[in-house]
């Protein structure tokens, strides 16, 4: 079964501090993993997938097999950065995503 | 960039009426749309999956006679439901995939059934 786990529902940092959001999954096989980001009353947009080891926005999200996790990092948070964050897995050959239940981060200012 | 277009983005209807809700593909075809279910609070909950040309693959535990699913051509989806009552209140995504790419979402529609 593919399950995605965001153990923090809500995340709150002050400007400048670094930010990670977790996220833990369970699969078999080899999942390609993501992260999206839904900010206030914008749709849902992909933020970064661990495929392309790109860094967007400053953050950053490394798949580490051994832990089956693949938290999104940053190191310097700003204000603009708060929104709804969800992690998502898609197995092998599938098409469809899982998601994670979302981590609602708000930088202080 | 590959836009989905969903509409309405609201819509309250009375409980036992029926609803549509389109979802299209702009600027590119997709042979398969995704639709999800959101309650406050909580995360996407993936209904079913549409599919151009046949019929619509459903998540266990989802009523395909009360979700109705037609994916008529490359860049429209619809979700129908059917006989609605308050208990399907919720946020209605839908997404499709680009061809070897990501997945993009519509910008969800709000349903409230009184």
């Known amino acids: 079964a593919q399950r995605v786990t965001q153990p923090e529902k809500l995340l709150s940092v002050f400007k400048g501090a670094p930010v990670e959001l977790k996220c833990n999954y369970s699969?078999?096989?080899?999942?390609?993993l993501f992260w999206y980001v839904q900010y206030s009353r914008q749709r849902l947009q992909l933020l970064l997938r661990?495929?392309s080891r790109e860094s967007i926005k400053g953050f950053t999200a490394d798949l580490n097999k051994g832990e089956t996790s693949f938290h999104l990092k940053k190191p310097f948070a700003q204000e603009e950065d708060s929104a709804m964050y969800y992690c998502?897995?898609?197995?092998?050959?599938?098409?469809?995503?899982?998601f994670g239940q979302g981590t609602r981060l708000t930088i202080n200012p | 960039g590959a836009v989905v277009s969903q509409h309405p983005s609201w819509v309250i209807c009375k409980s036992g009426t029926s609803v549509k809700i389109e979802c299209r593909s702009l600027?590119?075809?997709?042979?398969?749309m995704f639709w999800y279910r959101q309650f406050p609070k909580q995360s996407l909950m993936l209904m079913a999956t549409?599919?151009?040309?046949?019929?619509?693959?459903?998540e266990q535990g989802v009523e395909k006679d009360k979700f109705l699913i037609n994916h008529a051509s490359l860049t429209l989806s619809t979700l129908t439901v059917t006989s609605a009552h308050p208990e399907d209140s919720s946020f209605y995504i839908c997404s499709a995939r680009v061809i070897g790419g990501s997945l993009h979402f519509g910008n969800g529609t709000r349903l409230t059934v009184t």
């Open positions: 998502a897995l898609m197995g092998q050959g599938a098409q469809k995503l899982v």
């Open positions: 549409s599919n151009e040309g046949s019929k619509a693959t459903y």
């Open positions: 600027d590119f075809q997709a042979t398969t």
């Open positions: 661990h495929i």
């Open positions: 699969y078999s096989g080899s999942p390609e």
